[in-house]
Nanobody, 122 residues
Framework: QVRLVESGGGLVQAGGSLRLSCVSS??????WAWFRQAPGKEREFVAG????????SYAASVKDRFLISKDDSANTVFLQMNDLKPEDTAVYYC?????????????????WGQGTQVTVSS
């Protein structure tokens, strides 16, 4: 049984930083990602990483501000969020897939965390 547990959300002023963590219990997952969902909006892809090789992908809106990384020994994926903007406010979800068919597609992911709230004040 695979379980993803997220942490690190909170309230921060515009221009500040937060670091999100996602820990997996269970089998090794091939592809990891962060998605986010604001009220009234669709859940959108933020960043993804392949466990083997470590290749990454970012949404255009967060490229050069956010950084996804992993700790192999701890089965943990991080999302370092810098220069936060009010439009980054959302619930952030960790996701993982047994197979990495499409890193950007919600349907490709088999497991999801409970979500962690990120609020950026202006």
């Amino acid at each position: 049984q695979v379980r993803l547990v997220e942490s690190g959300g909170g309230l921060v002023q515009a221009g500040g930083s937060l670091r999100l963590s996602c820990v997996s219990s269970g089998r090794t997952l091939h592809t990891w990602a962060w998605f986010r969902q604001a009220p009234g909006k669709e859940r959108e892809f933020v960043a993804g990483i392949r466990w083997s090789g470590g290749s990454t992908s970012y949404a255009a809106s967060v490229k050069d501000r956010f950084l996804i990384s992993k700790d192999d020994s701890a089965n943990t994926v991080f999302l370092q969020m810098n220069d936060l903007k009010p439009e980054d406010t959302a619930v952030y979800y960790c996701a993982a897939a047994l197979l990495g068919r499409s890193i950007h597609t919600r349907a490709a992911y088999d497991f999801w965390g409970q979500g962690t709230q990120v609020t950026v004040s202006s």
